[in-house]
Structures are given as C-alpha cells and as structure tokens.
C-alpha cells in the first residue's frame, strides 16, 4: 500500500493572493488551509491539489536561481497558446528569461511570486493525453525518478538518456527528471510534495517503507509536528503528513 500524492505545496510571501491568481488562472476552487494558507481542489483529472503555504523565514531571501519544478502547459493551437498566456498576463504573471533560444515554441512565464511555468505549443506529442497541466517539469536524475515511481507506485512512461517520467494509472500530468546536469541544491525548496497515508496505514511504516527506497528524514527546523520531513534521492524535500 502507498501513500498517494495528496498536494503541491509552494512556500508563499502572500498564500492568498498567490491562491487566488492560480485559482483563476486554472478555473479551481479555493478554500481555506489549516496551516494558515489556501487549498486549491482540481476541477480536472490533476488528482493532486495545490497548497499555498506562509513561506518561512529562511525562504524569503530573494531568488537566486529557477525553482526545480514547474509547470508545462499545453496549448491546442497558436491562437489558444497565446489567448491562455494573455490570460496569464491579465492575472498577474510576467514573461521572463530562463535561456529559451527564439526558434523555441514554448513561452516561459512566471507567477506573481516568481514561480516559472511554460506554455507548450500545440502538436507536442509528449504531452498529447494530458490535460491543461501537461507536466510537472523537475530537474533531477534517473534515480529520483526510480525513486518516485515506487514510491507513488505510478509506471515509467519515459525512460531514456537518464530522463524520466511517470504518470498516475488514472490519468493526470506526468511527473518528468531531466538528467544531468542537475541544478546545484542550495537551501530549502520553495515547492514541495505532500504524501498522505491513507487511513489505516502506520505513518511510520510509511516513512520506513520510503527510506528502503532510497530517501531519507531530514531537518529543516520544522520543530514538533505532526508530519515528517523527507529527501528524495537527489535531496529534494517533501512531507509524509499524519493520516490521523
């Protein structure tokens, strides 16, 4: 038995406001976290949601380099990728510059907080069975992606070169690792995983289960909580939350 992937959680100077541009950015409904921030409930077959988190202290340094995932979006033609980054634009977001060449098709945005999103261009046939959210686009090695795959119990869907990825038996984005060379890791992340046992399953076995794949407890200076704090392979943080 695994946990499923219960939420994307971003670290956020301002969760509502950051909430509600995705909220209408994506057409999802919004309610109240108990942590303090917003929840966002797919209202499509995503199967995971989005929390927005109060950042702590230590991540609100300014941003020094690209968050390791993001988020690739697909378009059905030209007019519909420029209307949906329009769309975009009009709630808040920026275009900015990661090192895309010109001939590329895609558009490289950013939210009002800086988080970095692609809009695909129509006719890219990685992402033709997926939804609005095409992919959540990581770097990271083929090990994370081994890693995630068993822990989430979601087939390999690409395999080559050391790139990966992974989708939910019951459809939704693909997870994708680039491979080498990988990003330098350097403080907490600002995006994160939450896995949820379900009810029933022991949260410590659970966290044992996924030390035996591969990752391991770490500190961030989350004090007494009631979930745990992990690393995948390549050191990237998520959270095992109490199922009780």
């Excluded at 100077?13 to 929840?39: H, K, Q």
């Amino acid at each position: 038995m695994t946990s499923p992937l219960h939420a994307l959680c971003f670290d956020a100077y301002d969760p509502l406001r950051l909430a509600r541009f995705w909220a209408d950015f994506l057409g999802w409904e919004t309610s109240e976290d108990s942590s303090g921030g917003r929840t966002l409930l797919p209202a499509d077959d995503t199967g995971f949601r989005l929390r927005f988190l109060p950042a702590p202290a230590s991540a609100r340094e300014p941003r020094t380099r690209q968050n390791y995932m993001h988020f690739d979006l697909t378009s059905t033609s030209l007019d519909d990728q420029r209307q949906v980054v329009e769309r975009a634009l009009e709630l808040g977001a920026r275009h900015i510059d990661v090192g895309q060449r010109p001939e590329e098709g895609h558009r490289v945005l950013a939210d009002p907080e800086g988080n970095e999103f692609c809009v695909i261009e129509p006719g890219n046939s990685f992402l033709a069975e997926c939804g609005f959210i095409g992919a959540l686009a990581g770097d990271g090695s083929q090990e994370a992606g081994y890693f995630w795959s068993r822990a989430l119990d979601w087939p390999l869907v690409w395999d080559q070169d050391q790139e990966t990825a992974i989708r939910s038996p019951h459809g939704g984005p693909k997870v994708t690792w680039g491979g080498p060379p990988l990003l330098p890791k350097a403080g907490k992340e600002r995006l994160h995983f939450d896995l949820a046992p379900p009810a029933g399953r022991d949260q410590r076995a659970e966290v044992d289960r996924l030390v035996s794949l591969g990752a391991r407890r770490v500190d961030i200076g989350q004090g007494d909580v009631d979930w745990v704090v992990m690393a995948d392979p390549d050191g990237h943080e998520f959270c095992v939350l109490n199922p009780g």
